[in-house]
Nanobody, 123 residues
Framework: VQLQASGGGLVQAGDSLRLSCAASGLTFNNYAMGWFRQAPGKEREFVAA????????WYADSVKGRFTISRDNAKNTVYLQMNSLKPEDTAVYYC?????????????????WGQGTQVTVSS
């Protein structure tokens, strides 16, 4: 199984970025998908998750209303659209796959992880 995250970069506060995570080696539409992030010196934290079908989504309070998670099962890809970025969004962002109907918010619940993509937001 491989999860390949991409789309990170250096942006200014208020800008937008879209992260992508391409999955291979698994039956993608049998997995809920999540995005997590880890800032320097901090623990990995939940950002967003989406159900198998994409019909249900969940967000951390800190990103609700600014970030949108979506998936394209035909492309085996999950996305994270990030708008109105803030310096506190700076982190390495990871995608993860969880073979459940309703994904959790704890990283230990997820079965597979991508390598991470750096997002840096300058003020």
């Amino acid at each position: 199984v491989q999860l390949q995250a991409s789309g990170g970069g250096l942006v200014q506060a208020g800008d937008s970025l879209r992260l992508s995570c391409a999955a291979s080696g698994l039956t993608f539409n049998n997995y809920a998908m999540g995005w997590f992030r880890q800032a320097p010196g901090k623990e990995r934290e939940f950002v967003a998750a989406i159900s198998w079908t994409g019909g249900s989504t969940w967000y951390a309070d800190s990103v609700k209303g600014r970030f949108t998670i979506s998936r394209d099962n035909a492309k085996n890809t999950v996305y994270l659209q990030m708008n109105s970025l803030k310096p506190e969004d700076t982190a390495v962002y990871y995608c993860a796959a969880d073979r459940v109907i309703i994904p959790g918010r704890r990283s230990e619940e997820y079965d597979y992880w991508g390598q991470g993509t750096q997002v840096t937001v300058s003020s």
